[in-house]
């Protein structure tokens, strides 16, 4: 784990590799430091990067001995009047995820079932997600990642993900019907659900008394300085299209452009462009955050009055899901994995935990009421209808959203 | 004066127009020993710039790779937005200013050590460089806490009472200067210190025994003999500060953003190589064009009437 700043990563990730590294989650890294003050944090740091790395080593590219079932299977003896046989897992998974976004001890409650080493890295945005794992165009060592639902069809035609086999995923079955034959996916064969989202805004009480219900809140000149908006091209350029009630979806130039006005129009209150708002809400550097809905329970973890409002001119919905990567070496593990967190129990203390919902019909009764009682994580059917999910964007039409996005950053 | 200058300023890393002696003769050695350093060049400078060269006239296909089934310059246009030249001039603005300040605050350090470290000057460059051996980013991370609403200078002010509520530095060009100058600092000291260092003081006393003044003096004589480290150290601190995005991304915010932190988004938001290359490219081509005639001139004005 000697890469730098400059190889290509942002520095968000060259920070959370350099805090991994040295066993702490960016949360735990503000809290501390704040805590201690600023000296002491500093030395405390030195201290722990000197420390040798930590178990989240990364995943070794190199060929591995022939692992996977059927380097198991030739290796015991022929026996070919056995029923099918049970394919052998390998020793390690190698797994790639958001921060904060799996139950606290999940990875220990997999190894301490299967005897499976996982070597777990995280980013922090899709962006450096999708480049690590297309790095060599088979997933970048990765076996396991969790993206976005609606990159599947092009993950599938790129030949980034594998088909999984549903004999290994027996616990598929705990999904909501709704869940289990998505458009993106048809019959899942190449993904899982993981979890799902809703985008709305966040704000402290506290400091903005009342009930605030419109996207306007966002544009509102009362909050200069105190506001950020979500680092997602996508999200920002949705939201100004729900307050012109235009399609989220967008491609027409013209309504493209409509929406660069509006964005231009907010950004002088605009404090920064962020996917770090958890932090930024909890240390007060903004009193009101554009955020998902499980970013939102998770500052209630520290600060349980922080509010959230799905906007009432509608908004955007999303999933994420399981893949297994082409390049997988470890793809019975990964499987065993994917298993594992459809498991009731699992899948609970996961959506408990990340405080995005789940798709998972035999944990609900397991979940925490706050979670699958709130319309704003678990939507009735009828609100859900109205919420729209952001398509995937061929190139052609990712460099109109670009050209305008590097523009409003500019300027 | 004029070899020590030369030396000075070929140390610095500017190239003048004397040069060294040649040596005749040596003509299979010579290119044995300067074959590694063109290999290197070409592999690790050359090489890499001709394929981003060649990226930048392609475009992404929906696989998200690179295709060249259509090949132009239409990201070069892309590039010419006319939106980045705010961008660009906050760039220059913060290089600008960070290059002044760390001039004007590693000038004095530099003297200092050179003519009073004593037999202490390696220990005092040491800990001029001491805090590259702690990542920057984890030093800006610290310069955060300090300067945020509720962080240390803050703090400070509001418990001696001269504020009221906290100053918003965070986000403020201001903080984004402070942070980068912190950075750059050492690579303004160390080239004013080899020029300082080289600088023969018998040439100042000669100018006091001829009464000039202490002012008139550095003013006449320590000042132009070191423009040459003066100018290397701006260069040094420049050109690696036109190229930062971190500090203004951490330290700043949504009004804060520079071209690097563009070109930064339209690889990794955009997904899109070929127009990041095409941008690179452009800036590329500005920087070296802005270096050489800053060069040109300075060359002429100060180590030209020197030599």
């Known amino acids: 784990m000697t890469r730098e700043i400059d190889g290509g990563m942002t520095f968000n990730e060259a920070l959370e590799l350099r805090l991994q590294e040295a066993g702490w989650t960016r949360r735990e890294f503000l809290r501390r430091v704040a805590a201690v003050g600023a000296f002491a944090a500093l030395s405390q740091l030195l201290i722990a990067c000197r420390q040798p790395g930590s178990p989240t080593a990364a995943p070794s590219t190199a060929a591995e001995t022939p692992a996977g079932s059927q380097a198991g299977q030739a290796s015991t003896p022929p026996a070919s009047t056995a029923p099918t046989p049970v394919p052998q897992p390998e020793s390690e998974l190698n797994v790639y995820n958001w921060s904060y976004y799996i139950g606290r001890d999940t990875r220990e409650q997999f190894t301490a079932k299967y005897g499976i080493k996982v070597n777990y890295d995280k980013f922090p945005d899709e962006n450096t997600q999708i480049s690590q794992i297309r790095r060599d165009g088979r997933g970048g060592g990765y076996d396991v990642t969790y993206p976005a639902s609606t990159w599947i069809p092009t993950f599938i035609q790129e030949g980034l993900i594998q088909k999984l086999d549903h004999s290994l995923i027996p616990n598929i079955k705990n999904l909501l019907p709704e869940w289990r034959d998505p458009a993106y996916d048809p019959g899942s064969e190449y993904s899982v659900p993981y979890s799902w989202w809703t985008t709305g805004y966040a704000w402290d009480p506290d400091k903005i008394p009342g009930d605030l219900t419109s996207w ?49 129009a907010q950004k002088p209150i605009v404090k920064r462009y962020t ?31 922080i509010r959230y409002v799905i906007p009432t001119e509608g908004s955007i919905k999303g999933n994420d899901v399981f893949v297994v990567l082409s390049g997988a070496q470890h793809p019975i593990a990964a499987h065993l994995w994917i298993d594992f967190n459809l498991d009731a129990q699992i899948s609970a203390d996961n959506t408990n935990y990340i405080g995005y919902m789940g798709p998972n019909e035999a944990a609900l009764p ?16 009828e609100m859900l209808a109205t919420l729209i999910e952001l398509k995937y964007l061929p190139p052609d039409d990712n460099a109109k959203y670009l050209d305008r996005w590097t523009s409003l950053q500019a300027t | 004066v004029t070899s020590s200058t030369a030396e000075a300023a070929a140390d610095a890393g500017i190239a003048t127009t004397s040069g060294r002696p040649r040596r005749p003769g040596h003509g299979l050695a010579t290119a044995l020993l300067v074959l590694p350093g ?91 460089m001491l805090p590259f051996w702690t990542s920057y980013l984890i030093r800006t991370y610290a310069w955060l806490i300090i300067l945020r609403d509720d962080g240390v200078v803050n703090g400070l002010l509001m418990q001696t009472g001269l504020i009221e509520s906290p100053l918003e530095f965070i986000g403020a060009d201001v903080s984004v200067i402070l942070g980068m100058t912190y950075g750059f600092l050492p690579f303004t000291i160390l080239p004013l210190f080899v020029s300082i260092d080289r600088l023969d003081f018998n040439l100042v006393h000669a100018a006091r025994d001829l009464y000039a003044s202490g002012r ?11 423009m040459p480290g003066i100018v290397a150290a701006s260069l040094l601190t420049f050109i690696p500060a036109l190229g930062d995005f971190v500090t203004p991304d951490m330290l700043g915010g949504a009004h804060t953003i520079t071209i690097a932190k563009i070109v930064q988004i339209v690889f990794t938001t955009g997904h899109d190589w070929p127009y990041g290359a095409a941008l690179g490219f452009v800036l590329m081509a500005i920087t070296i064009a802005g270096t050489l005639i800053a060069l040109r001139s300075l060359r002429r004005e100060v180590i030209g009437t020197a030599a």
Request: charged residues 15%; negative net charge; glycine residues 6%.
């Open chain 1, 216 to 264: 306007d809140a966002l544009w509102d000149a009362a909050y200069t300085n105190r506001l950020s908006m979500l680092d997602d091209m996508r999200e920002c350029f949705a939201s100004g299209a729900f307050r012109l009630d235009l399609d989220p979806n967008t491609t027409d130039v013209a309504q493209l452009d409509q929406i660069l006005a509006e964005l231009e």
């Open chain 2, 38 to 128: 063109v290999l290197w060049l070409i592999a690790l400078f050359l090489a890499p710039l001709a394929i981003i060269g060649v990226f930048s006239l392609g475009s992404v296909d929906p696989n998200g790779s690179i295709s060249f089934a259509n090949p132009g310059f239409g990201n070069y246009e892309r590039a010419l937005n006319p939106s980045f030249l705010t961008a660009f001039g906050r760039s220059i603005y913060y290089s600008f200013a960070t290059t002044v300040l760390s001039l004007v605050i590693g000038y004095p350090v530099a003297y200092w050590i050179s003519r009073y470290g004593g037999q202490r000057k390696i220990l005092l460059l040491v800990l001029v």
């Open chain 1, 275 to 305: 996917t770090d708002h958890i932090a930024a809400m909890l240390n007060g550097i903004v009193d009101i955050a554009h955020c998902w809905s499980g970013d939102w329970i998770q500052m209630t973890y520290d600060k349980p009055k």
């Open chain 2, 216 to 226: 008139g003096a550095f003013l006449n004589v320590t000042l132009p003999l070191t």
């Open chain 1, 366 to 381: 397991l979940l925490k009421k706050y979670i699958v009682d709130d319309p704003r994580i678990n939507p009735p059917a």
